[in-house]
Structures are given as C-alpha cells and as structure tokens.
C-alpha cells in the first residue's frame, strides 16, 4: 500500500497554488489560462508533462508507458471554472482555498482541481514509492470544459492515434451524496441557446412612449412562461422524441434508493418540489430530461423600455433524445410566438452534447466498486447517475473508441458551479487511496 503521509496543510497548500489561478474559461485572459496549464504541467514532470495548444484554450499532456504488457488508461479532467457569480455572497474570496470546519473553499475546489490533485498525487506517491505506476497511464486536461469544451473534439480527432488507451477514467463528474460511496453510469447531454427580442433602435424612456409600442421584456416572458405547463412538463412539441418508457424495473430500482424528497428539498431552503409530472423527484433528477430558463437580462431598474432582452436557455437531455432534433424543436416553439411586432430571433451556443451512460456491468465499472468498497469498509456502493452534463465522455467514445468510468471525488452537495464552492478536506486522502486500488485493480485482465 502506497503511504499519503503528508500533512493536510502541505497538500491544502500546494492545491491553493492551483485554486489561486482564476481560470474562468469563459473570459479569462489567455495568459491566465496558460498559467493554470502551465501550473498542471509542472506537476506532470514525471509523465512529460506539457502544454499543447487547441483553437482556444490548451490542454495538458502527459504519459507514463512502462508498465509493459498492462492496459492503457487516459485520465481525464480540466482546469477551468465557472465565474464566480455574486462576490458578496462569498464567505471567503474565492480564488483563496481557505480550510474551515472541514472543507476546502473556493472556486474550482471541487470541479474540477481538488480532483484532479487527487490523481497527481497517487500518481506521484507511486513513482516514488514503487518505482512507477501498476499501469500505462496518460494524461488530458483541458481549458474548456465549463463552456462545453468546443475545441475539444478537433484536438482530440487529430490526436487520435496517441491517446489511444483502454479506458477513460474521468476524474470530474461528483459522487451522489458525502454519505455513501456512489458511482455513475450515465451523464446527461446539452443543448442551450439565446432567445432574443429585439424592439426600438433605442431604449425608451417609459413615460414618454409607455403604453404605444411592446415591450421586449414583456415579450420574452411571454415566449419562455410558454416553454413549459403549468404542472412543470415541457410544452415543446417533440422534446420528449426518443426517450424509452422508464422500465417498471429502473423505476423499482430507484425506488429503493434511500431519499427523502422532503429533506431533499429542505435542504435547499424548499417546502414544495415542482417538475414533469407522473415521476418521483429522483425519477426526474436521474432519468427525465429538462428544460430550464437561466438568466434574463434587458433594462435596469430605471424607467425605461429596453430595446432589446435576451434569455438563456438550456436543456438537459436524457438517452434517445437527438440534441440537434431538440435544438430544432425549441426554437421552433419559439418562433411561432406572439411577438406583438418584435423581432424574435434564436441563437444556439455551439456546444450540443448527447447522453452517455455505461454499463453495470463494465469491467471498469466493477473494478470501481471494488475500489470504494475497500476504503469504505461496511457500506453499499450506489450506481448513480450524473445530472449534469461531461461533453468529453460522447467525444471519446465515438473518436477513441472507449467508455468512460467517473471517478470523481467532488460530492453533489459541494455548491458546484455557485458562490461557495468548496470541498471536504477528508476527500483528498480517500480519493488517493481509492486511486490507488482502482489502478492496482485494473490490471486484472479477468475484472
């Protein structure tokens, strides 16, 4: 057995190096980027670490090939975060990890740097312990995750022939919940877009023209309120296209999945759940698509009428659904709105990622098990799902030809993507030791 016999202030110290870079993929500068890389790199020397470049941001690179005769994994991850939101409502700033009551906060500490440290340093700890790693292993971090890593697939395409492997190991995609071990089988897909509306050359001034032309605003609500029921079903002809009837067998399955809706909703400061109806609340979460409105902006809170309002809209998708055909679909529904004279127009983010799921019955997938079964001795591995969404997964599957088993130690409840982001300290040596029997286990060619 490998020894993690470093002091957590030695590793929560090196980490905040990493967290300390604001790699906001989404506007960072390019130096910012390739600083976060350049710092991934460093830790790589080992692997030949290196920075690549993509038509947008770069990835990282590295293998370790002398394990002769062993499969090949590639390791997956990336650097970016989202922006921060809302500064005032962060305890802490957010580009200082800072350790309190047992968790690491700030921004990326847990999607997608805290993991991806984890597999760092039980690759480290094995090259200076052992000599080298129990398997071939390479390396891929890229800069674009957050904003549906569109540069990506081209990087990936051209690079085919080396980063062949047997297996992708994604270090990003959370566990269910801190209170038992879990691994996911599948990942949900996504299409998002802006719906525009478009009014007077100018804004104006609401009480010299209220009352004689329409409010873009006004118009926009109108079309996103028409986007769903009343009772939280999508009301966009053929979103549901190609989904199979939820089995009475799955439905058993998640039936018997301890949760508490109430709790689950209490949690979030909720008395009242709201969704598709006819499906239980983790139905929904795990295996129904939806179709969410995730920021408007147009006007101010001064008199005006704005001239133009924009909502952002994504949807998350489920097996069976056609990104493409569900892109299609809503931007029908919304051209086909009432616009009182406005010009209404759609315009669809590059990104469109389908569904990914992989067996149970996977070799990977059992080996994961029983790697989290011998660092959480006594308790029941759950077969989970990711409600969100990992665009590499679909990529590598159809362009390497090789599933994806998720392997992350980042938690569900670890404020992912919002203000407080942070992760719990007790993660990073678990996730060491986890590594460290899923690679020994890996090389078990009859798993």
Not at 267 to 274: A, F
Request: charged share 20%.
């Amino acid at each position: 057995m490998l020894s993690f016999n470093r002091d957590d202030a030695d590793y929560v110290a090196e980490l905040s190096e990493f967290v300390a870079v604001p790699s906001v993929s989404r506007d960072a500068s390019p130096q910012t980027m390739l600083a976060a890389a350049n710092w991934l790199a460093a830790q790589l020397e080992f692997a030949g670490g290196r920075v690549e470049p993509t038509a947008g941001h770069p990835v990282v690179r590295g293998e370790w090939l002398g394990a002769s005769g062993a499969p090949t994994v590639l390791v997956y991850g990336h650097y970016d975060v989202q922006p921060t939101g809302d500064l005032a409502e962060w305890l802490t700033p957010p580009f200082e990890l800072t350790v309190e009551d047992d968790v690491m906060r700030g921004r990326g500490a847990t999607d997608d740097k805290g993991p991806i440290y984890v597999v760092l340093k039980t690759a480290q700890a094995f090259c200076a312990q052992e000599g080298g790693l129990p398997l071939n292993v390479k390396f891929l971090f890229e800069g674009e995750e957050e904003i549906g890593s569109p540069h990506l697939r081209g990087y990936v395409t051209e690079h085919a022939a080396e980063l062949a492997a047997d297996l992708v190991i994604s270090a990003d995609g959370a566990m269910w919940r801190p209170t038992e071990p879990s691994v996911s089988l599948a990942s949900k897909g996504l299409v998002s877009l802006d719906v525009i509306v478009t009014g007077a050359s100018t804004d104006l001034h609401s009480g010299r023209y209220g009352g004689t032309v329409a409010n873009p605003l006004h118009v926009l609500a109108e079309i996103l309120a028409s986007l769903h029921t009343p009772d939280g079903a999508v009301a966009v002809d053929g979103f549901y296209a190609g989904i199979p009837p939820l089995s009475e067998q799955r439905r058993g399955e998640i039936a018997d999945i301890p949760f508490s809706a109430a709790s689950f909703l209490a949690g979030l400061g909720l008395s009242q759940g709201h969704g598709e109806p006819g499906y239980s609340t983790l139905e929904r979460l795990w295996e129904r698509p939806t179709l969410d409105v995730n920021g408007i902006s147009g006007g101010g809170k001064y008199t005006v009428i704005p001239h133009r309002a924009v909502g952002h809209v994504s949807c998350r998708l489920v097996l069976g659904q056609d990104p493409d055909a569900v892109l299609k679909a809503v931007t029908a529904h919304v051209l086909a709105r009432p616009a009182s004279g406005l010009l209404v127009t759609v315009r669809p983010d590059e990104a469109r990622v389908p569904a990914y799921t992989i067996p149970a019955s996977h070799p990977a997938v059992r080996a994961a098990v029983a790697a989290l079964e011998a660092v959480y001795p006594g308790q029941e591995v759950l077969l989970a799902c990711v409600p969100g969404t990992l665009p590499a997964t679909e990529l590598f599957e159809t362009e390497l030809g090789v599933k994806t088993l998720f392997f992350s130690f980042s938690t569900a409840d670890e404020k992912l993507h919002a203000p407080n982001e942070f992760m719990r300290l007790r993660r990073l040596r678990e996730g060491m030791r986890a590594w460290e029997h899923l690679w020994r286990l890996l090389t078990d060619p009859a798993r």
